[in-house]
């Protein structure tokens, strides 16, 4: 709910920012506010994942494909995601965030993220995930073809990487359900009642 304000404003202002295709780059212009930062006064690590979600916000409103998915009862959801810092966004430092859907696998959609400071890389993120409706996950050929009837070309190599599809793959969780038993929090009681 921290980023709920600023998410209706990306939302509010993507109406009268250029329309794009979802394989364009989305650039946001943001500031590191005092609820983004730590007590070391830089952006904090896991705030970057919810200042990302405003630079996917802005590609899909911009696209068209937000208004399509609300109107088909989609909702966005990620599956899995990772990340790499460089440098630091400290208080108050004016920084973009860039996004870019890079491709598909056989289950989820991926952008690529990035928080730049004066032309630099600071963070990349990856970030897979999957539209859900009520009946479950939506399908790739069903996404791809809203994509078409929005108007918008759709590549012929939406690929992504062996590197990302393996990531993905080997990071996930079993399905919702199937089991995932907490194995630890029985070592942790057994090794304390020795």
């Known amino acids: 709910m921290h980023v709920i304000f600023r998410t209706l404003l990306v939302l509010l202002r993507a109406r009268r920012r250029p329309s794009m295709t979802p394989w364009e780059s989305s650039v946001l212009t943001l500031r590191a506010l005092p609820t983004d930062v730590d007590i070391a006064l830089h952006i904090n690590n896991g ?6 979600d405003l630079g996917r916000f802005d590609l899909m409103a911009r696209c068209g494909l937000w208004a399509q998915m609300r109107s088909r ?3 966005p959801v990620v599956q899995s995601e990772q990340i790499t810092f460089r440098r630091s966004v400290t208080f108050m430092k004016r920084f973009e965030i860039h996004t870019r859907m890079i491709g598909f696998d056989e289950k989820c959609f991926y952008f690529e993220q990035r928080a730049v400071v004066d032309g630099e890389i600071y963070v990349r993120a990856h970030v897979a995930g999957r539209l859900l409706s009520s009946a479950g996950p939506v399908s790739n050929a069903d996404i791809l073809g809203a994509i078409r009837e929005l108007g918008h070309e759709v590549p ?3 690929t992504v990487s062996d590197e990302l599809h393996s990531w993905r ?8 359900r199937k089991p995932a038993p907490n194995t630890w ?3 942790s009681r057994a090794a304390g009642q020795s």
């Not at 793959?169 to 919702?176: E, F, N, Q, V, Y």
């Open 185 to 187: 929090e029985q070592s």
């Open 156 to 158: 012929e190599d939406l």
């Open 73 to 75: 009862g989609w909702s």
């Open 47 to 52: 705030q970057y994942f919810s200042l990302f």
């Open 169 to 176: 793959r080997d990071a996930a969780l079993p399905a919702a």
